[in-house]
């Protein structure tokens, strides 16, 4: 049986090197560009499953988004072609599909699914035009479409070099949003838009549980802010730079007006948690994580993020994890929707 072709997304800048770690770590027949941030891998032994377990366990960091792919086809072959066309493209793939796992016991008709519909690049059509017609013809077929939660995600993906679309049991995708652009709404108590990080890995991971916690580089205090909102009932605030009022309002937050490593070198209290988001080279990250272990009780977690930029990132973090193996077993290792030139790690002590 061949496996069917998957479909993987990235951000745009990391695109080549989510293809270095997808060939370094897999046995590959073909990858092709699908759009800015997304290609189409078939590979030699294996599918979906292998790519998923294998993104899941840190050793492919930069795919936020997978899915089946039963049909693609060039773009610029369809150019020529309305919304209700390539709605209807897609609608025999998924339609298809939906009936073969039917047949095997897996989808039964009437069961709730998600659409998800999104371009890569400068494709000639809009996904919401073209999710339109598409959710009414397979409303007609007697399919259920709900927003997200379903067992089963059709996709389709309108990139600007080939289409694409499938059908993806949802738990395999790592995302359950549309090529894993994640997309949350301020709220008036937020202080930073790094919140955004952090509430997107809560989403992926179940949260850490503890009462106390350090947010090392914590101004303006979004994380502290989070981690206070998830029950940490004591949070030291660590920075050189203020912490705004309504997080110091909160209670519970204590602001250490020092630099991370001095307060790492004289806390002698053991938290539950550590996080990390300071603007540093990741092996001075991966150095300042190592030396803050000690204070985290066994079996504590630490999160932190790895600033990469463009330059080698698939070396630089390498080589941090590598570092960070000596005290903590990496548990998360993935560039998130809010990540930018970076990576976000979940640790735990060993």
């Given amino acids: 049986m061949i496996e069917l072709p998957v479909l ?29 941030d997304a290609g189409l891998v078939q590979l030699k032994d294996g599918g979906l499953e292998r790519i998923h377990d294998l993104a899941t366990s840190g050793y492919l960091r930069f795919c936020k988004y997978l899915a089946n792919v039963e049909a693609h086809t060039p773009t610029k072959a369809h150019r020529h072609y309305d919304v209700e066309e390539i709605a209807e493209w ?26 998800h519909t999104w371009d890569s690049g400068q494709a000639p ?97 979004g994380w502290t802010r989070i981690l206070r909102s998830h029950g940490f009932s004591q949070v030291h605030a660590v920075d050189p730079a203020d912490i705004d009022e309504r997080v110091m309002n909160l209670g519970g937050v204590e602001h250490h007006k020092t630099t991370a490593g001095e307060f790492v070198a004289k806390h002698g209290e053991r938290v539950d948690l550590i996080v990390n988001d300071m603007r540093m080279p990741p092996q001075l990250s991966a150095h300042t994580m190592l030396e803050a272990s000690d204070m985290l009780r066994p079996g504590g977690s630490a999160i932190v993020t790895l600033k990469l930029g463009t330059n080698n990132p698939v070396k630089q973090a390498d080589e941090a994890m590598t570092m960070l193996t000596k005290a903590y077993d990496i548990t998360f290792a993935r560039q998130l929707q809010h990540n930018r030139h970076e990576i976000t790690l979940v640790l735990s002590r060993v």
Avoid: N
């Fill in 90 to 115: 897609a609608l025999d793939a998924m339609t298809t599909r939906l009936e073969a796992l039917t047949e095997a016991g897996r989808y039964r008709a009437g069961d709730a699914v998600s659409l």
């Fill in 125 to 221: 059509w809009a996904p919401g035009k073209v999710r339109r017609p598409l959710l009414e013809m397979l409303m007609d077929e007697g399919v259920r479409v709900v927003p997200g939660g379903a067992e089963h995600t059709l996709s389709l993906c309108l990139g600007e070099d080939r289409l694409t679309t499938g059908v993806t049991p949802t738990h395999l995708g790592l995302s359950d949003w549309a090529g894993g652009r994640i997309r949350l709404a301020a709220r008036k108590e937020q202080v930073s838009r790094a919140e955004f990080k952090l509430e997107e890995l809560f989403g992926l991971i179940d949260v850490p549980r503890g009462d106390v916690a350090v947010d090392l580089g914590a101004s303006p205090g």
């Fill in 8 to 36: 993987f997304s990235t951000t745009p800048d990391y695109y080549r090197f989510a293809v270095v770690e997808l060939r370094r770590e897999l046995d590959i027949e073909k990858v092709t560009r699908v759009g800015e």
